[in-house]
Nanobody, 117 residues
Framework: QVQLVESGGGLVQAGGSLRLSCAAS????????MGWYRQAPGKQRELVAV???????IYADSVKGRFTISRDNAKSTVYLQMNRLKTEDTAVYYC???????????WGQGTQVTVSS
């Protein structure tokens, strides 16, 4: 079992930056990929960025060049540095961990990111 706790959301003006953190606890040695997803009002949850245990990354096209995902395996923490934020980045951001051989999904509670114009 894995527990994920996110922090770092908030209100920022367009063009600004925020850094999200997600700390994992529990059976952390069985965590594989970690990532960030987001869900805006009235929309489906979507992938933002994923990082493998070895450090390979995948980004949604909408955030490439603006967001950077990183991971500190020693601290069992994944980060999302968000730069040049746009109003369309407004959403609840969720941390995700893939656990074990079956890559079972675990989710954090979500953190609100609001970008004002």
């Amino acid at each position: 079992q894995v527990q994920l706790v996110e922090s770092g959301g908030g209100l920022v003006q367009a063009g600004g930056s925020l850094r999200l953190s997600c700390a994992a606890s529990g059976s952390i040695f069985s965590i594989n990929d970690m990532g960030w997803y987001r869900q805006a009002p009235g929309k489906q949850r979507e992938l933002v960025a994923v990082i493998t245990r070895g450090g390979s990354t995948i980004y949604a096209d909408s955030v490439k060049g603006r967001f950077t995902i990183s991971r500190d395996n020693a601290k069992s923490t994944v980060y999302l540095q968000m730069n040049r934020l746009k109003t369309e980045d407004t959403a609840v951001y969720y941390c995700n961990a893939k656990y074990g051989l079956l890559h079972r999904d675990f989710w954090g509670q979500g953190t609100q990111v609001t970008v004002s114009s």
